[in-house]
């Protein structure tokens, strides 16, 4: 069975600082892919950036990149210079990429920049 | 890129009767569409699988006659939320793989459900 666990349920920062949301799976597959989506106001479901779990190459995406530490099975999301429009739920996920790759979803973590 | 469009966004209806949302991938095939719930300040629950021709995957606790799912295209999955009751009121929100294998899931905008 997959699990997402994000353990901070709401982050504040000031505009132009860094900040890093943190999230652990749980998984007994090998191939998963992880990613961090991102839920503004309008609650569209929106991809920030995807791991493939064979890559040892940590994936950046701009200003978003993330710190993929398989064997400790987390994968925290790191925005440099944030901007007021980062302001959003975030989720972390993952999928097993076989069968009917259903993602499952970790709590979320409210995120606020601050002007 | 991919596109899925979800229809409509926003519906209010009286309690008893039956809500049908559309999911519709654009511009691509979609052998499998999934059906997620998401409560106020909650996170993304999966209701189902709808896979093209076949019946739909429900996962448990999840009432298959409550929420009905039809995938009969590959373009297009409906739900339909029969007899609506107000503890139905929510967000749904479709998304669809494109079929290869390590493709990610496009999501639709979601609709919001409000049963009085």
């Known amino acids: 069975a997959q699990t997402v666990t994000q353990s901070q349920p709401e982050m504040s920062v000031q505009e132009a600082e860094t900040v890093t949301l943190s999230c652990t799976y749980d998984?007994?597959?090998?191939?998963?892919?992880l990613f961090w989506y991102k839920q503004p106001p309008s609650r569209q479901m929106i991809l920030v950036i995807r791991q493939e779990a064979y890559k040892q190459q940590n994936a950046t995406e701009n200003r978003f990149s993330v710190n993929f530490q398989k064997a400790a099975k987390s994968f925290s999301l790191k925005i440099s210079d944030s901007q007021l429009g980062d302001t959003a739920m975030y989720f972390c996920a993952s999928v097993i990429i076989q069968g009917a790759q259903k993602l499952v979803f970790g709590q979320g973590t409210r995120l606020t920049i601050n002007p | 890129g991919a596109v899925v469009s979800q229809h409509p966004s926003w519906v209010i209806c009286k309690s008893g009767t039956s809500v049908k949302i559309e999911c519709r991938s654009l511009d691509f095939q979609a052998t499998t569409m999934f059906w997620y719930r998401q409560f106020p300040k909650q996170s993304l629950m999966l209701m189902a699988t709808?896979?093209?021709?076949?019946?739909?995957?429900?996962e448990q606790g999840v009432e298959k006659d409550k929420f009905l799912i039809n995938h009969a295209s590959l373009t297009l999955s409906t739900l339909t939320v029969t007899s609506a009751h107000p503890e139905d009121s929510s967000f749904y929100i479709c998304?669809?793989?494109?079929?290869?294998?390590?493709?990610?899931?496009?999501f639709g905008d979601g609709t919001r459900l409000s049963i009085l």
């Open positions: 998984t007994s597959e090998s191939n998963y892919y």
């Open positions: 998304s669809a793989r494109e079929p290869s294998l390590d493709q990610p899931q496009h």
């Open positions: 709808s896979n093209e021709g076949s019946k739909a995957t429900y």
